[in-house]
């Protein structure tokens, strides 16, 4: 009878070393707690929830107490397990370039290929990222992590998790998780920043109606779009390539059937997936690190700066346009690849300012071709650091 | 059609033998070779036999089974060694070695080769494709001290001369395991590197990162500023194609019309009340979905158990 006992009272013991209670730390608490914040954001909020519920969610997976000694095959980085096995997209890369087919199938470059000087506010924006580089380095990251940082200026969670897991694995989670929230809170960041660069005068410029694009040029778009800047830089093709080429799926006109499957459903299924398992990689013994803090604050860094850059190389560009071809600077915030959320604010501010001035397709152009500008930085922080 | 439909078939099956019979030439090599091991690496059996180590340059695994490697190129083919088929072993991971016994013994594995290299005069060794002919990598073993190699100064890399020829003395080179940096590496990196360059190159050279921000930023904006150019020259010859287009089936000549007369853009103020005419004129509007669709809710039972309301409806906010 006493054996009986000695031996359930050694089970129950064994079981609750394999709880979640016994292995529970604080920073697995804090952790939770700003899974539960994404959701609240996502569901009552409504930010980004796309991402920040998959996201949120996955940091609550993924901070769940457990025995990592046991060798029982559940954590996100056990070699095996079924969440170490969906992660394999995220670290090896390839769901991002999924997302891009999709971004590409999904987004109509008509705005950028009407007036293609708008490219240029796109390239422009991408200081935000190089601006970012800067900072890092002087706070002390080798240059490998810092070019990995700095990339959350792109505001394009799919190629801050592409260079992350090429150029410093170790903080792909803290950047992915960056980026995302970052992207989430733009129409936070990016309004007094735009009001604060720019005179009524300029607010109220009115832009001349784009031009009708030809079926035959959308379809040029892609293919030449491809052939330009992967011969610049090839290192940029993973994600080039599959936006280009999700674009030509788009136009093209015959292969509907696939442009839909790649901007619906498979997107859909890829962004379940990479949110999910991005979140679940923020466990607090990895996590909660000074280092999460500082990509943090140099992600914030990086969104100002892009977000600036983009506006005042608009005024710039303004000094060497004709009057009746100036292009309003509410629109050069547009430059990040946050699409089309950029764009909306653009939109929106100049209706704040004039009700009948609509900005949703001129700030279009820039927030695609920034689409393409973030892709490019990020194959030349791959071409020069990998 | 058909014609065109044979003629691309034998363009794609000429692509495709020159892509078999390129595939291993160029990246696999010759990288270093022990022609006497009194004291060096032991083979599987115990034995310490010369050893030729293969290497894959490619970022991509390399299969290298229905290899020839030979001493003597001049004799049949059929006596030179073929790296055994159906071993996974000779399925080369990117950027990996792989060793050969040269013990004349090819009946202890796939590594162990039918041939023996010369400790007395210098050894000829070739790698030949399984075509035979397609001569993948050669090299001359000069005459070596024990536990000496011969072996490439980088892995995999071949130095060429101003005239394009091998520059032998800058690609090989005596290893002894003895002397600075010439370690004796069987199955490892002739190179052994532990750091990335390129990033110690700019943490040295560009601490603050101006020099990065100013090259990247000039990379970008020339790569968009490239598809900008291209853009606006295929907007205008697109913009000139649809706008003779649209002359010619105005039944206008362009170039006997003077500018003024010619119908360059249809106004958006037109097309609206082209298309207001066409509304009014025809009744036309968007087909719509007549369907009404009424879920009608049994009160029969209390919802709470209900699968209709607690299965198959989403939620809405």
């Known amino acids: 009878m006493i054996l009986a006992q000695n031996f359930f009272m050694e089970n129950l013991n064994e079981f609750w070393q394999f709880t979640g209670f016994a292995n529970a730390t604080w920073q697995h608490f ?35 107490p457990f025995n990592t000694t046991a060798g029982l095959e559940i954590g996100i980085y056990e070699e095996g397990s079924v969440l170490n096995i969906l992660y394999n997209g995220v670290s090896a890369g390839w769901y991002p370039p999924l997302i891009f087919l999709g971004i590409g199938a999904m987004t109509d470059f008509s705005a950028l290929i009407a007036n293609p000087k708008l490219m240029l506010i796109g390239a422009a924006a991408q200081f935000g990222i190089f601006g970012a580089y800067m900072v890092a380095l002087a706070i002390g990251f080798a240059p490998d992590q810092a070019g990995a ?6 505001a394009d969670g799919p190629t801050a998790i592409f260079l992350s897991s090429k150029l410093a694995p170790n903080l792909m989670g ?16 990016q309004p007094p920043l735009m009001r604060l660069f720019t005179t009524k005068k300029e607010r109220l410029i009115r832009m001349k109606p784009a031009r009708a694009v030809s079926q035959n040029e959308k379809i040029i778009f892609p293919i030449v779009g491809l052939l330009l800047t992967c011969f610049v830089v090839p290192s940029g093709l993973p994600l080039l390539g599959m936006l280009f080429f999700g674009n030509l799926l788009r136009e093209s006109g015959v292969t509907t ?37 500082f990509i943090f604050f140099l992600g914030f860094m990086a969104f100002i700066i892009a977000s600036s850059s983009g506006v005042l190389f608009v005024k710039l560009f303004n000094l060497f346009l004709p009057k009746e071809k100036k292009i309003n600077p509410l629109i050069g915030n547009a430059g990040v690849s946050a699409v089309p959320m950029s764009a909306r604010i653009s939109n929106n501010l100049g209706l704040e300012y004039d009700p009948s001035n609509y900005l949703l397709m001129h700030a279009m152009g820039p927030n695609v071709a920034g689409v393409i500008g973030s892709a490019v930085a990020a194959g030349v922080l791959l071409g020069f650091l990998a | 059609m058909k014609t065109l439909k044979l003629i691309a078939l034998a363009a794609l099956a000429l692509i495709s033998l020159t892509a078999t019979g390129q595939a291993r030439k160029g990246v696999l090599h010759i990288n270093e070779v022990m022609t006497i091991n009194e004291s060096n690496f032991v083979d599987d059996f115990g034995g310490r036999p010369a050893w030729i180590e293969l290497y894959n340059s490619k970022f991509a695994p ?3 089974s229905s290899v020839y490697i030979t001493t003597d190129s001049t004799t049949s083919p059929d006596t030179w060694y073929a790296v055994p088929l159906h071993d996974v072993n000779t399925k080369l991971p990117k950027r990996q070695h792989i060793v050969f016994w040269a013990d004349g013994m090819p009946s202890r594995g796939t590594f162990h080769t039918n041939f023996v290299l010369a400790a007395d005069k210098p050894n000829e060794i070739y790698l030949f494709d399984s075509d035979k002919k397609t001569l993948i990598d050669h090299v001359t073993v000069p005459v070596l001290a024990p536990n000496t190699t011969y072996a490439r100064a980088k892995d995999g890399i071949t130095v060429y001369d101003k005239d394009g020829n091998v520059d032998v003395a800058a690609t090989w080179e ?21 750091r990335n360059d390129k990033v110690e190159k700019f943490a040295d050279k560009d601490p603050h990162g101006f020099g990065m921000a100013a090259m990247a930023m000039c990379i970008v904006f020339s790569a968009l500023a490239v598809l900008c150019i291209a853009f606006m020259i295929i907007s205008k010859i697109g913009g000139a194609i649809t706008k003779s287009n649209k002359m010619r089936s105005h039944g206008i000549d362009v170039k006997e019309t003077p500018r003024e007369e010619r119908p360059d853009h249809d106004s958006g103020e037109e097309i609206t009340a082209i298309v207001m005419a066409l509304h009014e004129h025809l009744n036309a509007h968007d087909n719509e979905s007549h369907v009404l669709t009424i879920n009608k809710v049994k009160r029969a039972y209390s919802p709470w158990s209900s699968k209709i309301y607690n299965m198959r409806q989403l939620p809405h906010r």
């Open chain 1, 257 to 293: 059937r696939l442009a839909k499957t790649a901007s619906n459903a498979l997107t859909d299924i890829v962004t379940i997936l990479l949110g999910m398992t991005v979140g679940a990689s923020t466990q607090a013994t990895t996590f909660l690190t000074k280092e999460t803090i």
């Open chain 1, 174 to 189: 803290a950047i992915a998780v960056s980026a995302y929230s970052y992207m989430a809170l733009v129409p936070v960041i």
């Open chain 2, 62 to 64: 390399l299969e290298i």
């Open chain 2, 174 to 194: 005596v290893r002894n395991d003895i002397d600075e940096g010439k370690y004796i590496t069987p199955s490892s990196n002739n190179v052994i590197e532990d």
């Open chain 1, 149 to 154: 940082i700095a990339i959350i200026g792109g």
């Open chain 1, 30 to 64: 804090v952790m939770l707690a700003v899974g539960l914040f994404f959701i609240w954001l996502a569901i009552k909020k409504n930010f980004e929830p796309m991402l920040l519920v998959p996201i949120g969610f996955g940091i609550l997976i993924g901070n769940i």
